[in-house]
């Protein structure tokens, strides 16, 4: 346990059986789905993220907050959860000092356009005082004067704007406010030669979770009339502003996604979580084409069977425009013998779009013909051509994938061969196989 006090960090509660968080943010910044409109946030408020864990537990060279999901590092998937939320007006990284010039190439190569970076201290205190300290030297007018700071740790990345609602709401009002979960362990306290001293009684306590929220005064004077002890071995903001300013924090129940990434089978769990979510929903284009649109709405009806939702739209313009920054995944529904012409226009908008910059995409190309053939231009399109196309996609971090239906008036084989485009769509935007890319696979 990282805490010494009765509400404990939580490492206190099963690490086995991580629990899947349901959403995954995956919307552009300032913007959430989850969301309701009429929500706002009146007073300023930023975010302290201590990064300058070492990685101990994981038993890895690599801190677990730079370890690479889908060639992203862990901490930015948690600052995106951060940056999406339109009232966070900034965040702090706190870093160790040896790994800031890493932690300044993240930002600037995923365009995270709201993060400082500053160095750590010795502890974890000692860290999270250096980007308080931060906070206040932004020089923000006296209107603006920054109101409350919501602290959080980087290896938790699947936090929902809702909840950080909550605890910046009653940090305002309280003056402090942390998240909590219930104990999944019974705690005991051992004797010094090892033996069972006493336990807790389990329904008194919880687990004290992250994020937790401040005013900006009460956190700040906290850490000023702190102790070096306070500094060298606590790590329980929600303490120091009860003992040193005594202002009792409202604990607020969190859902089971706040929890923090420890071990180095919870990396693999946080993978798996975060590929299962970019790969719920799909976008297909169908240019307008009548057959284009019969297929997409069949293919539609088939991948919903696979727990994938599919909107279908005739293109990207316009108000279809917003698909372009909340999906993922785009399907190309051709049936004319313009389909790479269509394919290259798709691929140029997501690029303009700059949604790559954070996850892979992935794009197929569903091609319907009559015949055996495909033509573009009254040619038949060659392997080379599409796998010239998806190398060149592959280096923007987008991954091309073909599929070939082939036009059936038999009813039932029309049916299974879009049931196995379905299957197949699923499986390449699920697994984004590199050694599938550039291939037309046959449905």
């Not at 033509?375 to 998806?390: K, N, T």
Request: glycine share 6%; proline share 5%; charged share 20%.
């Amino acid at each position: 346990m990282e805490d010494h006090h009765k509400k404990m960090q939580s490492d206190s509660c099963d690490p086995d059986r991580p629990t899947h968080p349901g959403t995954f943010p995956t919307c552009e910044a300032g913007k959430s789905d989850h969301q309701p409109a009429e929500r706002s946030v009146d007073f300023p408020v930023s975010v302290v993220l201590p990064a300058g864990g070492t990685g101990e537990r994981t038993g890895l060279q690599t801190p677990k907050q730079f370890c690479l999901f889908m060639g992203r590092p862990l901490i930015s998937y948690t600052i995106q959860a951060f940056e999406r939320v339109s009232w966070i007006q900034s965040i702090v990284v706190v870093v160790a000092r040896e790994h800031m010039d890493l932690m300044t190439d993240i930002v600037q190569q995923f365009q995270h356009t709201k993060v400082r970076v500053v160095p750590g201290g010795s502890t974890r205190h000692r860290s999270i005082y250096n980007g308080v300290l931060a906070l206040g030297e932004e020089g923000r007018p006296v209107v603006d004067k920054l109101k409350v700071v919501l602290i959080h740790d980087a290896v938790r990345p699947f936090v929902e704007e809702d909840f950080l609602y909550k605890i910046a709401m009653a940090a305002k009002e309280q003056g402090a406010a942390g998240a909590i979960r219930p104990l999944v362990s019974t705690v005991i306290a051992t004797t010094s030669e090892g033996y069972l001293d006493h336990s807790l009684e389990r329904a008194k306590y919880r687990a004290s979770e992250m994020p937790q929220g401040f005013t900006y005064d009460v956190i700040y004077q906290a850490y000023q009339k702190c102790s070096e002890s306070d500094f060298e071995f606590g790590t329980e903001c929600l303490h120091l502003v009860l003992q040193y300013c005594g202002t009792n924090a409202k604990l607020i129940q969190g859902p089971p996604t706040l929890w923090k990434v420890t071990y180095k089978r919870d990396l693999a769990a946080a993978e798996s979580i975060i590929k299962d979510t970019l790969s719920r929903s799909a976008c297909a284009i169908t240019g307008g084409s009548a057959q284009a649109v019969t297929l997409a709405g069949a293919l539609q009806k088939a991948v919903g069977a696979l727990n994938m939702e599919l909107a279908v739209i005739p293109d990207l313009t316009g108000e279809n425009g917003r698909y372009l920054l909340k999906d993922w995944n785009f399907i190309q529904v051709s049936v004319n013998r313009s389909c790479l012409s269509e394919v290259e226009a798709l691929l140029t908008d997501l690029e303009a779009a700059k949604q790559a910059l954070l996850h892979p995409l992935v794009v197929i190309l569903v091609l319907l013909s009559g015949s055996d053939e495909l033509s573009v231009s009254g040619r038949a399109v060659e392997p080379e051509a599409i796998m010239d196309l998806a190398s060149a996609a592959k280096l923007r971090n987008i991954l091309l994938y073909g599929i070939q239906l082939h036009q059936s008036k038999d009813t039932q084989r029309w049916e299974r061969s879009v049931s196995r485009v379905a299957e197949i769509t699923s499986a390449l935007i699920r697994d984004r196989s590199p050694a599938l890319v550039g291939q037309l696979l046959q449905a």
